[in-house]
């Protein structure tokens, strides 16, 4: 992508493939979301660049998305770049997804009503694996509100005009905290146990975003951590690293998705939903979200 910077605000084209419509539909699916929030289509989000807090205000206008400071202007911008590229999968040639399930009948209709909705991701390795442990056999509301609580508990926030904006904790405060920390929150033990755990292997250097890019087999060295099963690790795979064939197969809301899409009267067994894929090789992970965005309509 290219961008350009003047008096402080970053313009960061975008492919023709893109909907910061769509982009913004997904973005704004939980009222319980505190990791950013969106005011007359803007977003407003904090991120960390070396050690300070830095909020930006993200629009979008003539394709390009632009990116003001309301605080302080960073004295990284290319670090702002990235995450940006890196949270709305900018890089990303959506051309051969579409041209690889043209023909399905399962996306095709999908592809048409949400045209240009890009992988939403979550560009910070900790975030991801830590909600997705927090997602695992709960309703996504109450997903949400365990998040909110280890956020706003455990992570740092600005306060700008009245409002509260927070960024995620550092896996070095969550390292240290007992189990009881998160109990209190009405994390259950095993889920304190895994969030505590991984933050420990990231602090103790054996687990970052560089070692799975170069790992032989990046899902099996995620499922040897405790907690991380397969659903976790395709899902990690799929919203942090943006592997476009990263498949959480055994997701109940891509189960949904699929029975409400197909008017099914049961949810498909995974050997089905497989078998159903074998049209979207090499696209798992977007087929997935595809059929995630048609649950919220």
């Not at 770049?81 to 949270?87: A, G």
């Not at 095709?108 to 390795?125: F, H, N, S, T, W």
């Not at 899902?219 to 498949?247: E, H, N």
Request: hydrophobic letters at 45%.
């Amino acid at each position: 992508m290219s961008c350009a910077e003047l008096d402080g605000i970053i313009k960061i084209a975008v492919p023709q493939e893109f909907s910061f419509r769509e982009c913004l539909a997904f973005l704004n699916r939980s009222p319980l979301e505190i990791l950013h929030h969106i005011d007359e289509n803007n977003i407003y989000k904090v991120i960390t660049v070396n050690d300070e807090l830095i909020l930006m205000k993200i629009s979008y206008k003539d394709q390009e998305l632009i990116i003001e400071f309301p605080d302080q202007v960073p004295s990284n911008k290319q670090v702002i770049v990235q995450f940006v590229e890196n949270w709305f999968d900018l890089n990303q040639d959506l051309s051969s997804f579409y041209q690889t399930v043209s023909n399905d009948s399962l996306l095709k209709p999908l592809v048409e009503q949400y045209y240009g909705l890009r992988m939403i991701g979550i560009p910070d390795l900790f975030e991801a694996l830590t909600w997705a442990i927090m997602g695992q056999q709960i309703t996504l509301t109450f997903a949400y509100t365990l998040k909110k609580r280890i956020v706003t508990s455990f992570g740092e926030k600005l306060l700008i005009q009245g409002k509260e904006h927070w960024a995620y904790p550092s896996p070095e405060i969550i390292a240290d905290l007992q189990i009881d920390d998160l109990r209190k929150l009405q994390f259950t033990t095993r889920k304190a146990e895994y969030v505590i755990g991984v933050a420990s292997e990231i602090v103790e250097g054996r687990l970052s975003k560089e070692i799975l890019r170069h790992a032989e087999d990046a899902a099996q060295q995620l499922i040897s951590l405790r907690g991380i099963g397969p659903w976790t690790a395709d899902y990690v795979l799929m919203k942090c690293l943006l592997k476009t064939d990263a498949f959480p197969v055994a997701d109940v809301g891509l189960q949904n998705a699929v029975m409400k899409q197909l008017q099914w009267n049961q949810k498909p067994k995974i050997n089905e939903l497989r078998i159903l894929a074998k049209n979207w090789s090499g696209w798992e992970a977007y087929a997935t979200f595809y059929l995630w965005r048609s649950l919220y309509e």
